[in-house]
C-alpha cells in the first residue's frame, strides 16, 4: 500500500461517541488528513465542531467550498451539503441526497477513491443506513484499505454489517482499536504541511 494521503471517515447514529474515540485517539503530529460525513441535522451549524474541539489534538475545520486539504487536518462535513475531495481541495455539493442522506458518506468515499486512489483508508463506523457500503467497495476497487468498526461495539449495527456483507474489507476493529491502526498504518510518513 502506497502511504496514506488520505484518510475518510463516516457515520450516522452514535457517530458522535465514535468520532470522539477515534479522532480523540490520534497524535497531534497525525500526518494525513482525515475527511468526516457524520450524518446530523441541517440546523446543527458548527455544533460538531464545537462539541469535538475539546478531544481532538489535530486541528478541525467545518468544510467550506474549495477548502485547501493540509496534512494533519481533520476536516468535518457541513449540514446539508455533500463533501466532496479533489486534489488539493474540498467541493461542498447541494445536489440530492443518497440514501435520504446529504452529506452522504458514499459520495465522500467514492471522490476520495477517485482522487486518492490506493493511498486512501476508508472508515465506517456505526450507523442505521447503507450509506457508506458502496463508497467502502469503491475504496477497495481503488486499491485502497477498508476499516469497519466491529457491530459490537457500535451503538447502530446496521451501517458495518451491511459494509461487512458486501465488501471485502481489510479490518474489522472494535472502536478503541481503530486509531492505534491508524495511526500504524500512516507510521513514518511526516506531515508536509
Do not use: W
Not at 1 to 14: E, H, K
Not at 72 to 89: I, K, M, Q, T
Not at 105 to 122: H, K, M, N, R
Amino acid at each position: 500500500m502506497m502511504p496514506a494521503r488520505m484518510v475518510a471517515v463516516g457515520t450516522s447514529l452514535g457517530g458522535f461517541e465514535a468520532l470522539k474515540t477515534i479522532l480523540g485517539g490520534l497524535p497531534a503530529d497525525f500526518p494525513a488528513p482525515v475527511a468526516v460525513v457524520h450524518h446530523r441535522s441541517g440546523d446543527d451549524s458548527e455544533g460538531l465542531l464545537r462539541l469535538m474541539e475539546p478531544h481532538v489534538r489535530l486541528p478541525l475545520v467545518e468544510v467550506e467550498d474549495k477548502e485547501p486539504i493540509v496534512s494533519g487536518h481533520v476536516y468535518l462535513s457541513p449540514p446539508n451539503y455533500h463533501l466532496v475531495a479533489e486534489r488539493g481541495y474540498f467541493a461542498l455539493s447541494a445536489d440530492s441526497p443518497v440514501m435520504y442522506a446529504r452529506p452522504s458518506i458514499d459520495v465522500l468515499f467514492e471522490s476520495v477513491a477517485e482522487s486518492f486512489g490506493e493511498s486512501v483508508i476508508g472508515v465506517l463506523l456505526t450507523g442505521m443506513s447503507r450509506d457508506g457500503t458502496a463508497g467502502l467497495a469503491r475504496i477497495k476497487e481503488r486499491g485502497g484499505v477498508a476499516v469497519v468498526q466491529d457491530p459490537a461495539s457500535a451503538q447502530a449495527q446496521t451501517m458495518p454489517e451491511s459494509a461487512i456483507a458486501s465488501v471485502a474489507v481489510d479490518k474489522v476493529l472494535p472502536l478503541a482499536e481503530i486509531a492505534p491502526f491508524l495511526v500504524e498504518l500512516c507510521a513514518g510518513q511526516r506531515s508536509t504541511a
